[in-house]
Protein backbone atom coordinates (compact mmCIF):
# COMPACT_ATOMS: atom_id res chain seq x y z
CA UNK A 1 0.00 0.00 0.00
CA UNK A 2 1.46 2.92 -0.92
CA UNK A 3 1.04 6.31 0.68
CA UNK A 4 2.34 9.09 -1.54
CA UNK A 5 0.79 12.14 0.21
CA UNK A 6 1.63 10.18 3.99
CA UNK A 7 -1.28 10.33 6.40
CA UNK A 8 -2.27 13.54 5.08
CA UNK A 9 -6.25 14.15 4.80
CA UNK A 10 -8.66 16.56 4.47
CA UNK A 11 -11.16 15.09 6.60
CA UNK A 12 -10.30 14.09 10.30
CA UNK A 13 -12.29 11.01 10.72
CA UNK A 14 -12.86 10.47 14.61
CA UNK A 15 -11.84 6.65 14.13
CA UNK A 16 -8.95 6.96 11.83
CA UNK A 17 -5.39 5.38 13.26
CA UNK A 18 -3.45 6.90 9.91
CA UNK A 19 -3.60 10.89 10.84
CA UNK A 20 -1.77 10.78 13.77
CA UNK A 21 1.30 9.25 12.13
CA UNK A 22 2.09 12.59 10.72
CA UNK A 23 3.72 12.69 14.43
CA UNK A 24 6.24 9.83 12.72
CA UNK A 25 7.70 12.41 10.68
CA UNK A 26 7.90 15.65 12.83
CA UNK A 27 10.06 17.83 10.45
CA UNK A 28 7.65 17.53 7.26
CA UNK A 29 5.81 19.41 5.89
CA UNK A 30 5.97 18.85 1.98
CA UNK A 31 4.21 15.40 2.20
CA UNK A 32 4.03 14.98 -1.54
CA UNK A 33 6.45 12.01 -2.81
CA UNK A 34 9.31 13.37 -4.30
CA UNK A 35 9.36 12.89 -7.59
CA UNK A 36 13.14 11.29 -7.49
CA UNK A 37 11.33 8.62 -4.29
CA UNK A 38 8.09 8.13 -6.96
CA UNK A 39 9.66 6.84 -9.95
CA UNK A 40 12.59 4.75 -8.05
CA UNK A 41 9.93 3.10 -6.10
CA UNK A 42 7.46 2.31 -8.85
CA UNK A 43 10.64 0.87 -11.04
CA UNK A 44 11.53 -1.22 -8.02
CA UNK A 45 8.00 -2.57 -7.13
CA UNK A 46 7.74 -3.34 -11.17
CA UNK A 47 11.29 -5.34 -11.48
CA UNK A 48 11.07 -7.04 -7.95
CA UNK A 49 7.97 -9.14 -9.22
CA UNK A 50 7.97 -12.37 -11.30
CA UNK A 51 4.49 -11.30 -12.22
CA UNK A 52 2.71 -10.93 -15.32
CA UNK A 53 0.38 -8.25 -13.47
CA UNK A 54 2.02 -6.10 -11.21
CA UNK A 55 -1.16 -4.59 -8.58
CA UNK A 56 -0.47 -1.00 -7.37
CA UNK A 57 -2.58 0.42 -4.27
CA UNK A 58 -2.89 3.82 -3.70
CA UNK A 59 -4.03 5.05 -0.46
CA UNK A 60 -3.41 7.45 2.05
CA UNK A 61 -3.89 10.10 3.85
CA UNK A 62 -6.06 10.85 1.05
CA UNK A 63 -4.52 10.73 -2.98
CA UNK A 64 -7.18 12.84 -4.45
CA UNK A 65 -4.91 15.97 -2.50
CA UNK A 66 -2.38 15.50 -4.75
CA UNK A 67 -4.13 16.53 -8.20
CA UNK A 68 -4.98 14.29 -11.36
CA UNK A 69 -1.26 15.44 -12.85
CA UNK A 70 0.35 13.91 -10.58
CA UNK A 71 -1.03 10.61 -10.93
CA UNK A 72 -0.40 10.97 -14.40
CA UNK A 73 2.65 10.78 -13.74
CA UNK A 74 2.36 7.98 -12.04
CA UNK A 75 0.76 6.47 -14.84
CA UNK A 76 3.33 7.38 -17.06
CA UNK A 77 6.14 6.02 -14.92
CA UNK A 78 4.65 2.66 -14.89
CA UNK A 79 4.23 2.67 -18.65
CA UNK A 80 7.91 3.74 -18.81
CA UNK A 81 8.78 0.68 -16.72
CA UNK A 82 6.22 -1.84 -16.95
CA UNK A 83 8.64 -3.83 -19.64
CA UNK A 84 5.92 -5.91 -21.10
CA UNK A 85 3.83 -7.17 -17.94
CA UNK A 86 0.39 -5.83 -17.25
CA UNK A 87 0.04 -2.80 -14.33
CA UNK A 88 -3.36 -2.69 -12.40
CA UNK A 89 -4.12 0.58 -10.25
CA UNK A 90 -6.18 0.22 -7.19
CA UNK A 91 -7.30 4.16 -5.83
CA UNK A 92 -8.56 4.43 -1.88
CA UNK A 93 -10.44 7.45 -1.88
CA UNK A 94 -12.93 9.55 0.53
CA UNK A 95 -14.46 10.64 -2.56
CA UNK A 96 -14.61 14.26 -1.00
CA UNK A 97 -12.77 15.76 -4.18
CA UNK A 98 -13.77 13.97 -6.88
CA UNK A 99 -15.33 15.66 -9.99
CA UNK A 100 -15.39 15.38 -13.66
CA UNK A 101 -11.77 15.46 -14.16
CA UNK A 102 -10.83 12.87 -11.76
CA UNK A 103 -13.86 10.83 -13.17
CA UNK A 104 -12.35 11.24 -17.01
CA UNK A 105 -9.06 10.03 -15.54
CA UNK A 106 -9.74 7.12 -13.44
CA UNK A 107 -12.08 5.66 -15.98
CA UNK A 108 -9.83 6.37 -18.88
CA UNK A 109 -6.34 4.64 -16.99
CA UNK A 110 -9.16 1.70 -15.76
CA UNK A 111 -8.41 2.25 -11.83
CA UNK A 112 -10.38 0.22 -9.24
CA UNK A 113 -12.03 2.79 -6.72
CA UNK A 114 -12.52 1.76 -3.50
CA UNK A 115 -14.95 4.53 -2.29
CA UNK A 116 -14.93 4.92 2.06
CA UNK A 117 -18.63 5.15 2.46
CA UNK A 118 -19.97 4.03 6.09
CA UNK A 119 -23.79 3.52 5.71
CA UNK A 120 -26.18 5.50 5.02
CA UNK A 121 -25.83 9.48 5.99
CA UNK A 122 -26.87 9.40 9.92
CA UNK A 123 -24.64 6.23 9.93
CA UNK A 124 -21.61 7.60 8.08
CA UNK A 125 -21.58 11.38 9.50
CA UNK A 126 -20.72 10.04 13.28
CA UNK A 127 -17.46 9.21 12.70
CA UNK A 128 -16.51 10.66 8.97
CA UNK A 129 -16.29 14.20 9.39
CA UNK A 130 -14.15 17.07 8.01
CA UNK A 131 -11.56 19.11 9.29
CA UNK A 132 -14.14 21.97 10.91
CA UNK A 133 -16.57 18.59 12.40
CA UNK A 134 -18.85 18.80 9.44
CA UNK A 135 -20.62 15.73 8.45
CA UNK A 136 -19.49 14.45 4.87
CA UNK A 137 -22.26 12.31 3.41
CA UNK A 138 -23.62 14.54 0.72
CA UNK A 139 -20.02 15.52 -0.66
CA UNK A 140 -19.32 11.88 -0.98
CA UNK A 141 -22.17 10.47 -2.56
CA UNK A 142 -21.48 13.60 -5.16
CA UNK A 143 -17.73 12.06 -5.37
CA UNK A 144 -19.77 8.33 -5.63
CA UNK A 145 -22.20 10.19 -8.72
CA UNK A 146 -18.65 11.07 -10.46
CA UNK A 147 -17.66 7.47 -10.62
CA UNK A 148 -20.74 6.61 -11.95
CA UNK A 149 -21.20 8.80 -15.08
CA UNK A 150 -17.43 8.08 -16.18
CA UNK A 151 -18.28 4.45 -15.70
CA UNK A 152 -15.16 4.06 -13.43
CA UNK A 153 -15.07 0.55 -11.31
CA UNK A 154 -15.63 1.24 -7.57
CA UNK A 155 -15.87 -1.09 -4.57
CA UNK A 156 -17.10 0.26 -0.75
CA UNK A 157 -15.43 0.62 1.85
CA UNK A 158 -16.79 0.13 5.12
CA UNK A 159 -15.27 0.57 8.94
CA UNK A 160 -17.41 -1.05 11.09
CA UNK A 161 -17.50 0.31 14.78
CA UNK A 162 -19.59 0.55 17.55
CA UNK A 163 -22.39 2.05 16.71
CA UNK A 164 -23.06 1.10 12.81
CA UNK A 165 -22.16 -2.40 14.18
CA UNK A 166 -25.71 -1.99 15.90
CA UNK A 167 -27.24 -1.58 11.90
CA UNK A 168 -26.19 -4.16 9.77
CA UNK A 169 -29.43 -4.66 7.28
CA UNK A 170 -29.46 -1.11 7.02
CA UNK A 171 -25.80 -0.67 6.09
CA UNK A 172 -26.37 -3.60 3.99
CA UNK A 173 -29.50 -2.37 2.27
CA UNK A 174 -27.82 0.72 1.52
CA UNK A 175 -24.66 -0.26 -0.42
CA UNK A 176 -26.59 -2.19 -2.43
CA UNK A 177 -28.73 0.75 -3.37
CA UNK A 178 -25.71 3.11 -4.20
CA UNK A 179 -24.70 0.21 -6.49
CA UNK A 180 -21.77 -1.38 -4.67
CA UNK A 181 -21.46 -4.90 -6.30
CA UNK A 182 -18.45 -5.28 -3.81
CA UNK A 183 -18.18 -4.92 -0.19
CA UNK A 184 -15.68 -4.85 2.02
CA UNK A 185 -16.10 -4.78 6.05
CA UNK A 186 -13.20 -3.55 7.99
CA UNK A 187 -13.41 -4.08 12.09
CA UNK A 188 -11.83 -0.81 13.91
CA UNK A 189 -10.33 -1.85 16.88
CA UNK A 190 -8.22 0.62 18.95
CA UNK A 191 -6.71 1.02 21.88
CA UNK A 192 -5.98 4.51 23.12
CA UNK A 193 -3.00 4.93 25.54
CA UNK A 194 -3.22 7.50 29.04
CA UNK A 195 -0.65 9.39 27.42
CA UNK A 196 1.24 9.37 23.87
CA UNK A 197 5.08 7.42 23.78
CA UNK A 198 8.02 9.16 22.86
CA UNK A 199 7.21 8.98 19.03
CA UNK A 200 3.93 10.72 19.82
CA UNK A 201 1.57 8.05 19.05
CA UNK A 202 -1.38 7.48 21.50
CA UNK A 203 -3.07 4.58 19.34
CA UNK A 204 -0.84 2.04 20.17
CA UNK A 205 0.60 -1.00 18.93
CA UNK A 206 -0.72 -4.76 20.41
CA UNK A 207 3.23 -5.31 21.85
CA UNK A 208 2.81 -1.86 23.88
CA UNK A 209 2.82 -2.34 27.51
CA UNK A 210 2.02 1.30 28.15
CA UNK A 211 -1.36 1.40 30.42
CA UNK A 212 -4.70 1.69 27.80
CA UNK A 213 -7.79 1.21 27.45
CA UNK A 214 -10.27 0.44 23.92
CA UNK A 215 -11.29 2.92 22.44
CA UNK A 216 -15.12 3.71 22.33
CA UNK A 217 -15.11 3.60 18.73
CA UNK A 218 -14.16 0.30 18.60
CA UNK A 219 -16.68 -2.72 17.60
CA UNK A 220 -17.45 -4.66 20.58
CA UNK A 221 -16.48 -8.49 19.71
CA UNK A 222 -19.50 -10.38 19.85
CA UNK A 223 -21.30 -7.17 18.21
CA UNK A 224 -18.98 -7.22 15.15
CA UNK A 225 -20.17 -10.87 15.05
CA UNK A 226 -23.96 -10.37 15.05
CA UNK A 227 -23.13 -7.86 12.01
CA UNK A 228 -21.86 -10.43 10.01
CA UNK A 229 -24.15 -12.74 10.98
CA UNK A 230 -27.30 -10.70 9.98
CA UNK A 231 -25.62 -9.63 6.49
CA UNK A 232 -24.93 -13.28 5.83
CA UNK A 233 -28.32 -14.05 6.66
CA UNK A 234 -29.62 -11.94 3.97
CA UNK A 235 -27.01 -12.57 1.79
CA UNK A 236 -27.07 -16.06 1.87
CA UNK A 237 -30.71 -15.89 1.03
CA UNK A 238 -30.79 -13.57 -1.46
CA UNK A 239 -27.62 -12.03 -2.93
CA UNK A 240 -25.35 -14.98 -3.94
CA UNK A 241 -23.88 -14.33 -7.37
CA UNK A 242 -25.25 -11.07 -7.67
CA UNK A 243 -23.39 -9.27 -4.68
CA UNK A 244 -19.73 -9.84 -3.76
CA UNK A 245 -19.11 -9.31 -0.16
CA UNK A 246 -15.40 -9.99 0.08
CA UNK A 247 -14.90 -11.48 3.51
CA UNK A 248 -17.78 -14.11 2.90
CA UNK A 249 -16.03 -14.96 -0.49
CA UNK A 250 -12.82 -15.63 1.32
CA UNK A 251 -14.51 -17.82 3.78
CA UNK A 252 -15.38 -19.69 1.21
CA UNK A 253 -11.67 -19.83 0.10
CA UNK A 254 -10.88 -21.65 3.42
CA UNK A 255 -14.11 -23.69 3.67
CA UNK A 256 -12.79 -25.33 0.14
CA UNK A 257 -9.47 -25.66 2.16
CA UNK A 258 -7.62 -22.58 -0.48
CA UNK A 259 -5.53 -19.97 0.95
CA UNK A 260 -7.64 -16.99 1.98
CA UNK A 261 -6.72 -13.94 -0.43
CA UNK A 262 -7.32 -11.56 2.39
CA UNK A 263 -4.16 -11.52 4.75
CA UNK A 264 -5.92 -11.38 7.74
CA UNK A 265 -7.02 -14.60 7.43
CA UNK A 266 -4.02 -16.38 5.85
CA UNK A 267 -1.56 -18.26 8.67
CA UNK A 268 1.17 -15.92 8.06
CA UNK A 269 1.49 -12.12 7.91
CA UNK A 270 4.03 -10.62 5.71
CA UNK A 271 2.73 -9.40 2.25
CA UNK A 272 0.89 -6.30 3.29
CA UNK A 273 3.90 -3.80 3.58
CA UNK A 274 3.11 0.23 3.31
CA UNK A 275 5.35 2.97 1.74
CA UNK A 276 5.35 6.26 3.02
CA UNK A 277 5.82 9.24 0.96
CA UNK A 278 9.88 9.63 1.78
CA UNK A 279 10.43 5.87 0.70
CA UNK A 280 10.14 4.55 3.90
CA UNK A 281 8.79 0.87 4.17
CA UNK A 282 7.14 -0.99 7.28
CA UNK A 283 6.17 -4.42 8.00
CA UNK A 284 2.35 -3.64 7.31
CA UNK A 285 -0.38 -0.39 7.21
CA UNK A 286 -1.30 -2.26 10.27
CA UNK A 287 1.92 -2.07 11.74
CA UNK A 288 3.08 1.72 10.77
CA UNK A 289 5.45 1.90 14.19
CA UNK A 290 9.04 2.83 14.70
CA UNK A 291 10.33 -0.30 15.22
CA UNK A 292 8.58 -1.89 12.17
CA UNK A 293 10.17 0.18 10.12
CA UNK A 294 12.30 -1.77 7.60
CA UNK A 295 14.18 0.69 6.15
CA UNK A 296 13.90 3.41 3.25
CA UNK A 297 14.18 2.39 -0.36
CA UNK A 298 16.57 5.15 -1.08
CA UNK A 299 19.35 3.43 0.64
CA UNK A 300 18.40 -0.24 0.35
CA UNK A 301 16.96 -1.75 -2.58
CA UNK A 302 12.88 -2.31 -2.15
CA UNK A 303 13.69 -6.47 -2.33
CA UNK A 304 16.43 -6.48 -0.22
CA UNK A 305 13.99 -5.03 2.27
CA UNK A 306 10.82 -7.17 1.50
CA UNK A 307 13.39 -10.41 1.96
CA UNK A 308 14.74 -9.20 5.19
CA UNK A 309 15.40 -11.41 8.20
CA UNK A 310 12.72 -8.56 9.55
CA UNK A 311 10.30 -9.21 7.66
CA UNK A 312 10.12 -12.45 7.47
CA UNK A 313 10.02 -12.90 11.11
CA UNK A 314 7.03 -10.24 11.18
CA UNK A 315 5.02 -12.61 8.60
CA UNK A 316 5.76 -15.61 10.42
CA UNK A 317 4.98 -14.42 14.23
CA UNK A 318 1.41 -14.38 12.93
CA UNK A 319 1.26 -18.12 13.11
CA UNK A 320 3.87 -18.72 16.22
CA UNK A 321 2.18 -16.59 19.16
CA UNK A 322 -0.65 -18.17 18.68
CA UNK A 323 -1.78 -19.46 21.71
CA UNK A 324 -2.95 -22.95 22.41
CA UNK A 325 -6.75 -21.75 22.24
CA UNK A 326 -6.51 -20.59 19.03
CA UNK A 327 -4.16 -23.56 18.08
CA UNK A 328 -7.13 -26.22 19.44
CA UNK A 329 -9.75 -23.87 17.67
CA UNK A 330 -12.35 -25.76 15.52
CA UNK A 331 -12.52 -22.48 13.38
CA UNK A 332 -8.64 -21.96 13.49
CA UNK A 333 -8.79 -22.73 9.27
CA UNK A 334 -10.96 -19.88 8.70
CA UNK A 335 -9.46 -17.58 11.34
CA UNK A 336 -6.06 -18.25 11.92
CA UNK A 337 -6.13 -15.85 14.61
CA UNK A 338 -7.11 -12.76 12.52
CA UNK A 339 -4.88 -9.73 12.62
CA UNK A 340 -2.30 -9.69 15.34
CA UNK A 341 -2.97 -5.87 15.69
CA UNK A 342 -5.44 -7.04 17.41
CA UNK A 343 -4.24 -9.66 19.49
CA UNK A 344 -4.08 -7.53 23.00
CA UNK A 345 -6.71 -9.92 25.53
CA UNK A 346 -5.81 -13.02 27.12
CA UNK A 347 -7.55 -16.61 26.79
CA UNK A 348 -9.92 -17.89 29.44
CA UNK A 349 -7.29 -19.68 30.69
CA UNK A 350 -4.77 -16.71 30.91
CA UNK A 351 -2.26 -17.00 27.59
CA UNK A 352 -1.65 -13.65 25.89
CA UNK A 353 -1.94 -12.82 22.54
CA UNK A 354 -5.93 -13.66 21.91
CA UNK A 355 -7.50 -11.56 19.21
CA UNK A 356 -10.06 -8.90 21.01
CA UNK A 357 -12.63 -10.21 18.40
CA UNK A 358 -12.44 -14.02 18.81
CA UNK A 359 -15.82 -13.89 20.59
CA UNK A 360 -17.34 -12.19 17.48
CA UNK A 361 -15.10 -14.45 15.20
CA UNK A 362 -16.05 -17.83 16.18
CA UNK A 363 -20.38 -16.89 16.31
CA UNK A 364 -20.11 -15.83 12.94
CA UNK A 365 -17.67 -18.58 11.29
CA UNK A 366 -19.89 -21.41 13.38
CA UNK A 367 -22.70 -19.93 12.18
CA UNK A 368 -22.09 -19.83 8.46
CA UNK A 369 -20.72 -23.41 8.72
CA UNK A 370 -23.46 -25.45 6.86
CA UNK A 371 -24.27 -23.11 4.46
CA UNK A 372 -20.29 -22.92 3.73
CA UNK A 373 -20.09 -26.58 3.44
CA UNK A 374 -23.35 -26.91 0.77
CA UNK A 375 -21.48 -23.98 -1.12
CA UNK A 376 -17.63 -25.53 -1.00
CA UNK A 377 -19.77 -28.81 -2.21
CA UNK A 378 -21.43 -27.13 -5.19
CA UNK A 379 -18.08 -25.88 -6.51
CA UNK A 380 -16.52 -28.98 -5.92
CA UNK A 381 -19.22 -30.69 -8.16
CA UNK A 382 -18.83 -28.02 -10.43
CA UNK A 383 -22.30 -26.41 -10.26
CA UNK A 384 -22.34 -22.58 -9.18
CA UNK A 385 -22.65 -22.00 -5.20
CA UNK A 386 -25.56 -19.79 -5.36
CA UNK A 387 -27.57 -22.95 -5.90
CA UNK A 388 -27.71 -22.40 -1.98
CA UNK A 389 -30.44 -19.95 -2.08
CA UNK A 390 -32.81 -22.61 -3.57
CA UNK A 391 -31.59 -25.60 -0.76
CA UNK A 392 -32.20 -22.85 1.97
CA UNK A 393 -35.99 -22.03 0.90
CA UNK A 394 -36.22 -26.04 0.69
CA UNK A 395 -34.93 -26.45 3.73
CA UNK A 396 -37.41 -24.23 5.31
CA UNK A 397 -40.33 -25.39 3.46
CA UNK A 398 -39.14 -28.48 5.03
CA UNK A 399 -39.43 -27.13 8.29
CA UNK A 400 -42.76 -25.50 7.79
CA UNK A 401 -44.20 -28.63 7.07
CA UNK A 402 -46.47 -30.69 10.47
CA UNK A 403 -45.69 -33.60 11.40
CA UNK A 404 -47.64 -36.55 10.03
CA UNK A 405 -50.01 -36.96 12.84
CA UNK A 406 -50.48 -33.21 13.81
CA UNK A 407 -53.98 -32.10 12.59
CA UNK A 408 -53.90 -31.17 8.76
CA UNK A 409 -53.60 -26.99 8.87
CA UNK A 410 -56.62 -26.97 5.84
CA UNK A 411 -58.98 -27.48 8.69
CA UNK A 412 -60.61 -30.92 8.09
CA UNK A 413 -60.21 -32.02 11.31
CA UNK A 414 -58.27 -35.06 10.12
CA UNK A 415 -54.37 -35.94 10.94
CA UNK A 416 -51.97 -34.43 8.27
CA UNK A 417 -50.83 -37.67 7.07
CA UNK A 418 -54.83 -38.68 5.76
CA UNK A 419 -54.95 -35.28 4.63
CA UNK A 420 -53.36 -32.56 2.39
CA UNK A 421 -50.22 -34.73 3.63
CA UNK A 422 -51.04 -37.54 2.22
CA UNK A 423 -49.34 -37.06 -1.63
CA UNK A 424 -45.86 -35.88 0.58
S1 LIG B 1 -0.66 -7.47 10.48
FE1 LIG B 1 -2.82 -7.69 9.98
S2 LIG B 1 -3.19 -6.36 8.22
FE2 LIG B 1 -0.97 -6.69 8.42
S3 LIG B 1 -0.49 -8.44 7.07
FE3 LIG B 1 -0.84 -9.24 9.12
S4 LIG B 1 -3.02 -9.77 9.15
FE4 LIG B 1 -2.71 -8.40 7.41
S1 LIG C 1 -12.06 -17.87 16.47
FE1 LIG C 1 -10.89 -17.15 18.27
S2 LIG C 1 -9.92 -19.00 19.06
FE2 LIG C 1 -10.57 -19.46 16.96
S3 LIG C 1 -8.74 -19.01 15.73
FE3 LIG C 1 -10.06 -17.17 15.74
S4 LIG C 1 -9.27 -15.88 17.41
FE4 LIG C 1 -8.46 -17.96 17.70
Redesign the pocket.
Given at each position: MTKPIGPLCNLDCKYCFYLEKENLYPQTSDWRMPDDVLESYIRQYIEAQNAEVISFAWQGGEPTLLGVDYFRKVVELEKRYANGKRIKNAFQTNGILLDDRWGEFLAENRFLVGLSIDGPEELHDRYRVDKGGQPTFARVMRGLGYLKKHGVEFNTLTVVERHNSQHPLEVYRFLKEVGSGFLQFIPIVERVATRSGADGLILISPASTQPAKVSTWSVEPRQYGKFLCAIFDEWIRHDVGRVYVQLFDVALETWLGLKASLCVFRETCGSAMAMEHNGDLYSCDHFVYRENKLGNIMEKPLESLVRSAQQVKFGLNKRDT?PR??RE?D??FA????CPKHRFIRTPDGEEG??YL?AG??LF?HHIDPYMRFMAGELLEHRPPANVMAWIREQEKAQQLPGRNDPCPCGSGLKYKKCCGHSV
Open positions: LYCCVRCHGELNCYKF
